[in-house]
């Protein structure tokens, strides 16, 4: 039973690659039929590249800046106003 059942399987598989080698043409016929092969041109749905106008670098620069919190600076401050009105600051070697 078992051996009726693995050749009546292997019959089946092969079936389809029998009728298959019936049906395709002989390659070395010059005169036999091909069919149609239809590819996709690459350059469908194309769009061409067109530049839009955007922001100047100036508003995109300023958009990119973190913006600083203002309370606790001294805006008003010379840069060397604050090391004068602690009495000075000296460097090595340097005399006021």
Known sequence: MRTIRAALLGASAALPLLAQAAQRPDPADAGASVPAISAPSAFDG????S???????????SALVPQR?????????????????RGGHQHEGESR
Not at 46 to 49: D, L
Not at 51 to 61: F, I, K, M, T
Not at 69 to 85: E, F, I, R
């Open 46 to 49: 194309y769009t061409p590249y």
């Open 51 to 61: 530049d839009r106008e955007g922001a100047s670098w100036q508003q995109l620069n």
């Open 69 to 85: 919190p203002v309370t606790g600076h001294m805006n008003d401050a010379q840069p060397g106003a604050a090391s004068a009105a």
